[in-house]
């Protein structure tokens, strides 16, 4: 692969392969010294048309654990707010040595424009409600550490489809490795449809035996437009220890972060056992390593 | 290629493997803060063979970890790669151990720099000492190793082919002549 966008076009194998290449990185990770020297001479640029915490922090760790250069862009303190155009800012870094983008954008096909301007390998770091390939990734990896497999398994992702890149990415990676995906939620929050997925306004149908349940953050600026109201949301779609009960024994629960406690979820499970939002935080940054590593080693293949 | 000569049969083999053995515990004054660690691929079946010669003559059993150096080679770009990177597993603490590195064949010394570098970014051992089953020459670092099954003066045309039962189906060593381009 040369630059990773979404999942268009991916098969198994290079799933399995770019996971495998992460369960090595969560080693690495591990050392007493955490770091290698396989993408020294590298520089990795994160470009950030929009404001992010952890996907930037991890993809810039991620570099930095294989010994890659790194230079950070962030649009609020950019030539961008003296109207240098995307364009424009990423051939500068490009003149300036840049292999490798990690681009996030506020709205949808920033990144795949971007493979047609620089000649290094371009990432999606979240592009508007399209694809953010990478959380996707992790989501898989955590997931097949929990559960082993995810041939046949139910996975359920509760709430904010419509806007949701995460889940768009999950309902393209997952089903590549098996599994079988529903998403849940308020009627005006689901889209029409999604390919290969089983799209559901009844929580109680999505958590029914459900290997894994994903919630995703019920993202409260949109609900000034009356798409939903939050009593309503938390009263019907709220995942509970209760609701939860519905699920396989044990189904672990994932948040792609950042959460609202008491809204999407019951606050006391981000806390419990089944909670592997922090797995999630530490599983990124090796899947992040993968990626660099894939895309700057075996560039061109 | 063209296959030029038969280096070892299996029988001798495991002779070399089982002086090997009798050298590591000699050089060490016994088993004690012994470790083998094997590098990727070939390395690994060697490593455990030299354990399981150790634990028979010695009666002890000596730990014995794994290790891919492809994170710290030096030619990752130059190479036609394929980015494969397999598991690193050591399941002991290295800090303290008289530390033997296991390969098949020691040629440039690069391969043995990467993983000098890798151990030491997993622990530090008291010493590390190199252990191969052929040394072809050609060394482009100054690296040599404590431990030779066999030294086989060889052309850089040649290539050394080690075969080992556990991924080959056969143990035995060849010499192959490179086809002119």
Known sequence: MRHLLDFQGWNRPEVESLLDTARVMREVLERP??????????????????????????????????????????????????????????????????????????????????????????????????????????????????????????????????????????????????????????????????????????????????????????????????????????????????????????????????????????????????????????????VRMAVLYHLLVGKGR | M?????????????????????EIVEANKGTEGLALVGIHTRGIPLAGRIARFIAEFEGKEVPVGVLDITLYRDDLTEIGYRPQVRETRIPFDLTGKATVLVDDVLYTGRTARAALDALMDLGRPRRIYLAVLVDRGHRELPIRADFVGKNVPTSRSEVVKVKVVEVDGEDRVELWEKEEA
């Open chain 1, 33 to 286: 010294v955490k770091k290698v020297p396989a993408l020294q001479g590298f520089t990795v640029a994160t470009v950030f048309f929009e404001p992010s915490t952890r996907t930037r922090i991890s993809f810039e760790l991620a570099a930095r654990r294989m010994s890659a250069d790194v230079v950070s862009f962030a649009a609020q303190t950019s030539s961008l707010q003296k109207g240098e155009s995307y364009k424009d800012t990423l051939l500068t870094l490009e003149a300036m040595g840049v292999d490798a983008y990690v681009i996030r954008a506020d709205s949808a096909g920033v990144p795949h424009q971007a493979t047609r301007w620089v000649k290094g390998a371009v990432i999606n770091g979240g592009d508007g409600r399209r694809a953010h390939p990478t959380q996707a990734l992790l989501d898989a990896y955590t997931l097949l550490e929990a559960l082993g497999t995810l041939e046949g398994k139910k996975v359920a992702i509760v709430g904010d489809i419509l806007h949701s890149r995460v889940a768009r990415s999950n309902a393209e990676l997952l089903p590549l490795l098996g599994a079988q995906v529903f998403c849940a939620g308020p009627p005006s929050l689901l889209p029409q449809s999604l390919p290969g997925v089983h799209l559901t306004p009844h929580l109680e149908e999505a958590l029914e035996e459900a290997d894994a349940v994903m919630v995703l953050r019920l993202q409260k600026e949109r609900m000034e437009a009356g798409l939903v109201h939050l009593e309503d949301y938390i009263a019907r779609y709220q995942v509970t220890e209760r609701r939860l009960a519905r699920a396989k024994p044990q189904a672990p629960l994932l948040h792609p972060g950042p959460m609202n406690r008491d809204v999407e979820l019951e606050g006391s499970l981000a806390d419990s056992a089944r909670s592997l939002v922090n797995r999630q935080v530490q599983n990124g940054v090796a």
């Open chain 2, 2 to 22: 063209r296959f030029k000569a038969e280096l070892m049969n299996q029988e001798e083999m495991r002779r070399a493997l089982y002086r090997i053995a009798h």
